[in-house]
């Protein structure tokens, strides 16, 4: 899977998809290549000989990738193996809804919350998202305001990079700067640069730093008709699902005691342990 930021798909297919089809084409006991491109997502499945082993496969696959970081167009990120499943592996769909709790939170939550005890959860391959506003930090440039402090966007994209990371430095002392921070205001106070006359320009004094949504949405999800963040739990070959859909029953009871009191935690949209059961 790869992401490519404000590439359309005809671009994605050539300048992306078709260099890793070509890396992966030739590798050992492969079967057949096959992909899927979009406006800035491009995915490639490589399908193998039957009996081959998984872990050499993954392998195979993930050295071929190495190969294509420095041919690869700035603006695409890094390719990435898929988790160690299949269609087949989805266990179980959890649903988050609220009364009061907005969607941003509502993913924050989902996202930082309670995704990292489920995947910690043996055997589970992966849980994704969908659904929900993303939290992001925008800071949105003002050119009027550039102007008025001749301010590049060079120089606004210096600060930005820099300007949330600690440092440390002396040698008889230690002296540690701390600047990371999630405070849009404190972020705001970064320095530009000074004036001649000794007046520091920030980038508040440029732009508006502020927390928002993260655009374009990709993908919305609902539960029974109410805007919802639905997590999918997907499981490693060979794990037994019926004790592992136990395991995660006993994990999100956990989780349900220190999330507010109007978020519902739904369980029954998909179980893959009824069918199980039912046979």
Same mark, same amino acid.
């Given at each position: 899977?790869?992401? /490519?930021?404000?590439?359309?798909? #005809?671009?994605?297919? +050539? ?14 006991? @492969? ?17 193998? $000989? ?56 509502? +993913?924050?939550? /989902? %996202? ?12 589970? /391959? ?6 929900? $506003? ?16 001749? @301010? ?30 999630? %405070? ?42 109410? /805007? ?14 019926? #004790?592992?859909?136990?395991?995660? %029953? ?30």
């Amino acid at each position: 899977m790869t992401e /490519a930021s404000g590439m359309a798909a #005809e671009e994605v297919e +050539r300048t992306v998809t078709f260099p890793i089809e070509t890396a992966v084409n030739g590798a050992t006991d @492969v079967r057949r290549v096959r992909s899927s491109s979009t406006t800035g997502f491009s995915v490639v499945w490589v399908e193998f $000989d039957w009996g081959t082993d998984i872990y050499r496969a993954r392998q195979i696959v993930s050295e071929k990738l190495a190969t294509l970081n420095e041919t690869l167009p700035q603006n695409v990120g890094t390719p990435t193996l898929g988790p160690q499943s299949s269609i087949l592996g989805e266990l179980l769909i959890v649903g988050l809804t609220a009364d009061s709790t907005s969607l941003q939170e509502l +993913r924050t939550l /989902a %996202d930082w919350t309670i995704r990292p005890p489920l995947l910690s959860t043996g055997g589970v /391959a992966q849980v994704t998202v969908i659904g929900g $506003d993303i939290k992001e930090y925008q800071i949105l440039i003002d050119p009027a305001r550039m102007r008025h402090y001749n @301010v590049s966007l060079d120089e606004i994209m210096t600060v930005v990079e820099e300007m949330s990371r600690n440092a440390n430095g002396g040698i008889e002392y230690i002296v540690r700067g701390i600047l990371s921070t999630t %405070d849009p205001k404190q972020m705001g106070k970064a320095v530009i640069r000074t004036s001649p006359e000794g007046i520091p320009v920030m980038l508040e004094d440029v732009a508006e730093v502020r927390v928002g949504a993260k655009f374009p949405r990709l993908g919305i999800a609902s539960e029974r008709g109410k /805007a919802a963040v639905l997590m999918t739990v997907t499981k490693q070959p060979n794990t037994n699902s019926l #004790e592992l859909t136990e395991n995660l %029953d006993k994990t999100l009871d956990e989780i349900r005691e220190s999330l507010p009191s109007d978020i519902h935690v739904s369980t029954d949209i998909f179980r893959q342990s009824r069918f199980i059961e039912s046979s």
